[in-house]
Nanobody, 115 residues
């Protein structure tokens, strides 16, 4: 049974930083494409960043230069370092592991950016 457990969300002031973690159980970690998505209240879920094969990385324009996605295969963990946070970054953040034909999502972690 594959499980994704996110952590690291919380309340932060504008300009602050948070690091999200997604611990992945199971043997798919090394073979999968992995990513972070977010969903703000009343909006559709959107892609934030993804990493494929450990070397191909994509960032949405709205986080370029501020967020960094990384993975630690030894710990089976995906990270999202978020710097220079803005109020519009407020959302529930989800990690996703795509190992075709299987598609796994975490439960989400709330990030709130507010003064």
């Amino acid at each position: 049974q594959v499980q994704l457990v996110e952590s690291g969300g919380g309340l932060v002031q504008p300009g602050g930083s948070l690091r999200l973690s997604c611990a992945v159980s199971g043997s798919i970690f090394g073979a999968a494409a992995m990513g972070w998505y977010r969903q703000a209240l009343g909006k559709e879920r959107e892609l934030v960043a993804h990493i494929t094969g450990g070397i191909s990385i994509y960032y949405a324009d709205f986080v370029k230069g501020r967020f960094t996605i990384s993975r630690d295969d030894a710990k089976n963990t995906l990270y999202l370092q978020m710097n220079s946070l803005k109020p519009e970054d407020t959302a529930v953040y989800y990690c996703r592991v795509l190992a075709v034909p299987d598609d796994y999502w975490g439960q989400g972690t709330q990030v709130t950016v507010s003064s």
